[in-house]
Structures are given as C-alpha cells and as structure tokens.
C-alpha cells in the first residue's frame, strides 16, 4: 500500500476478529517504531509486546478508556524515559510508524490512555524511570468502520498559504 493511500484509510480499531497475527507482522511492527526518527535520535523509548490472553484481559481492566485492549491480537504498550523532554513526540511519531505499517498489511489498530499507567507498567514490570504513555490494541478489524469514511476538518480550515487566512486551495502549481 502506497505510504499516502496508507494515511488516507487508516481509521482507529476498536474491534477486532479472533485471527492471530503471525510474529513476521507483529516484528515488523515493531521495527517500524524502532526504525522511526526521535529527536537528537535519543531513542527515550520501549515497546512491550503482549499476546498472552490473561495479561491482555488485565490491560483491558486497566485502561478505562481501551477496554477493548482484552479482544486484540496483541497489544503493545509504549514507555518513554521520564527524564526525555521529547518523549511523547518521539512515542507519537513511532506509534504512527506501527499504525500505518500495521494498516498497510490489513491489520488496525488504535491508541489506548495516556501518560500515567502505572498500574500497567507495574503489570509488565517496566520500570519506574519509563513512563507508559499508550497501549496500543493490534488486530485485523471485526468490521469495516464508518464505511470507510474519516471526519476531518475541512483542508480550507486548517491549511493557509503563506499567510494564515490565506487559502491553499487553488494556490498551489
Ligand atoms: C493521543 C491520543 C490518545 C487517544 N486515546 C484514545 C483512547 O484512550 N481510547 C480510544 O478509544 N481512542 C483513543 N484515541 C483515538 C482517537 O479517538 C482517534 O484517533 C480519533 O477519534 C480519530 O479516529 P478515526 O481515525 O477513526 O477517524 C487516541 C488518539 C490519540 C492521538
């Protein structure tokens, strides 16, 4: 899948089938977060591979807000160095680097809480100097979502031409 179609259709999955995920993907996955660029390409990050059933049972108590982390394939929760002042931009932008590598071979996947999860660090045994600031849900999707559709804003709305207010459609060559 081509990297823009990839971003173009990527949606969040909150539900997913049963079919387990082969390792090759999920390493895949994986290296694409490792492989991402971080500022000053300090790296202030760790990715947890989940896919006992129990341990991904207890994530799905633990995370109010992805419940649904106990139905995934695998999840994989995302801790950065405490002491990083670039942390959560460099977990963002690995954590889209997993989605759209995820997406482009079918399998969706979501970001579940935020900065905190003590109670899910405590339960993988990461350690106190690693914040976890997301548990990711991977799996290929129960259904097709919104039929496909994304609501966003208006490009008019969010996009300026050289000035802000200008309008970038209909500037661009
Ligand atoms: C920083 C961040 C935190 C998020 N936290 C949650 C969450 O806790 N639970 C959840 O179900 N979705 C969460 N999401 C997913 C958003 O709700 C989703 O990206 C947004 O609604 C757009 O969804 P769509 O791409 O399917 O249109 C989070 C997304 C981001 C970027």
Redesign the pocket.
């Known amino acids: 899948m081509e990297v823009f179609e990839a971003v173009q259709t990527?949606?969040?999955v909150?539900d997913f089938q049963r079919k387990p995920v082969d390792d090759s993907a999920i390493l895949r996955i994986i290296e694409s977060a490792r492989l991402t660029g971080s500022s000053m390409n300090q790296q202030p990050w760790h990715f947890v591979v989940v896919q006992n059933r129990d341990t991904l049972t207890e994530i799905g108590k633990l995370?109010s807000?992805?419940p649904?982390n106990a139905q995934a394939a695998f999840a994989v929760a995302v801790a950065i160095d405490r002491s990083s002042p670039f942390g959560i931009s460099d977990a963002?932008r690995a954590i889209q680097s997993m989605i759209l590598t995820a997406w482009s071979e079918g399998i969706g996947s979501?970001?579940?809480?935020?900065k905190g999860m003590d109670s899910v660090a405590s339960l993988l045994g990461i350690p106190t100097e690693l914040d976890v600031v997301?548990v990711m849900p991977f799996g290929y999707p129960a259904r097709i979502?919104?039929k496909g559709k994304?609501?966003?804003k208006k490009l008019l709305e969010v996009a300026h031409s050289e000035r802000f207010g200008q309008p970038l459609i209909g500037q661009l060559p």
Do not use: D, F, M
């Open positions: 990527a949606l969040a909150r995370v807000s992805g649904y963002s979501n970001w579940t809480g935020w997301a979502l919104n994304k609501r966003r």
